[in-house]
């Protein structure tokens, strides 16, 4: 039997009160390391520097406007 096996094996046997738990601590993994792969990731990095030099050059439509141009066509 493997790990993950294993793992699935004890999981099965929790209570729901665990199982949420779990899961809970789960996804805040997962956020984690999703976060420290995106601000590692070159493109992504060069993505939001570009963005941000869209933004400070005013280059952005606020919600409302966005709407507004959406809704007129």
Do not use: C
Not at 35 to 60: L, R
Request: hydrophobic share 30%; aromatic share 8%.
């Amino acid at each position: 039997m493997n790990t993950l096996e294993s793992i699935t094996k004890a999981i099965i046997s929790l209570s729901l009160e665990n199982k949420k738990q779990l899961l809970e601590i789960l996804e805040q993994q997962i956020f984690e390391l999703e976060e420290a792969s995106y601000t590692e990731n070159q493109e992504t990095i060069k993505d939001i520097k570009f963005v941000e030099e869209e933004y400070n050059n005013g280059e952005y439509l606020t919600l409302e406007k966005y709407i507004e141009k959406r809704s007129k066509n």
